[in-house]
């Protein structure tokens, strides 16, 4: 039978989600040597995306097909191997077809930017000194111009291997809060090293390093910005995952 489990994870001490054969930290790596413990048939595990080095998830699925096995308990038991920064929040039973990439219709993720030095936040947040000369007005006039659009190419990192740079986006938006800025996206999917690369076009807008003309132009042109910044992974979040059958955590299958 097909399972979708959902988790969190803080990816700090982690090289991203695929697992690698040259190291064993990773997320992927990590469940699935616990799944191997106490299940015979040692499932591999197929996430809903990767993840890099050093990025978070607040929400995650990943699926595998295994033997019959209470869901309470494998949670349980789960969550008694696996490291703490690794957290199984439910298990499902889903048709067999059903993908945890594939079947996904919308992602989000949050990006979190702080202005002072923080020891709670300092692995989840990226600092940025000079925030206070930074308006929400700025970044949000760049944020919004990626909704005209659907080509993506000047935001994809390089060495791609997707087939296509298109995304349909359904929020870009920044957001003030107590300690800083919380950038939200939303999209059907999205391309390698998108998000930071989008986050650090905001920055530069709102900083005066490149203007908006800029930004329309390597986008109507779908190349990248001369003045391109990747930021750090630490403050990007996976923060949402919504499949067509899963309604508040359960499955509801298609009539």
Not at 31 to 56: K, M, Q, S
Not at 89 to 105: F, G, P, W
Request: net charge neutral; glycine share 6%; with cysteine.
């Amino acid at each position: 039978m097909r399972y979708f489990v959902r988790c969190k994870y803080n990816g700090t001490d982690f090289h991203g989600w695929q697992a690698q054969k040259n190291t064993p930290d990773t997320i992927q790596g990590n469940i699935e040597r616990a799944l191997h413990v106490f299940l015979p048939d040692n499932p591999e595990i197929i996430g809903c995306g990767r993840t890099d080095a050093g990025v978070h998830a607040s929400e995650y699925y990943f699926h595998f097909d295994s033997i019959a096995f209470d869901l309470g308990l494998m949670k349980y038991k789960l969550n008694s191997i696996l490291p703490f920064a690794i957290i199984i929040t439910n298990v499902i039973i889903v048709h067999d077809d059903a993908h945890t990439r594939y079947d996904a219709n919308k992602r989000a993720y949050t990006y979190h930017i702080v202005a002072e030095r923080d020891p709670f936040r300092q692995w989840t947040t990226h600092r940025f000194p000079l925030l206070e000369k930074i308006k929400l007005h700025d970044l949000n006039k760049a944020a919004k111009l990626l909704l005209e659009y659907e080509d993506f190419e000047s935001f994809c990192k390089n060495g791609s291997d997707e087939k296509h740079k298109r995304c349909t986006m359904y929020r870009s938006e920044w957001i003030q809060t107590d300690v800083g800025y919380t950038y939200h996206v939303e999209a059907n999917r999205f391309l390698r090293g998108m998000i930071r690369l989008i986050v650090g076009m905001c920055l530069n807008v709102a900083r005066g390093q490149v203007t908006i003309e800029e930004v329309k132009y390597a986008m109507d042109n779908r190349k990248r910005l001369e003045k391109d910044w990747s930021v750090a992974a630490r403050g990007l979040f996976l923060s949402k995952i919504e499949y067509p059958f899963i309604q508040n955590g359960l499955y509801h299958k298609d009539d």
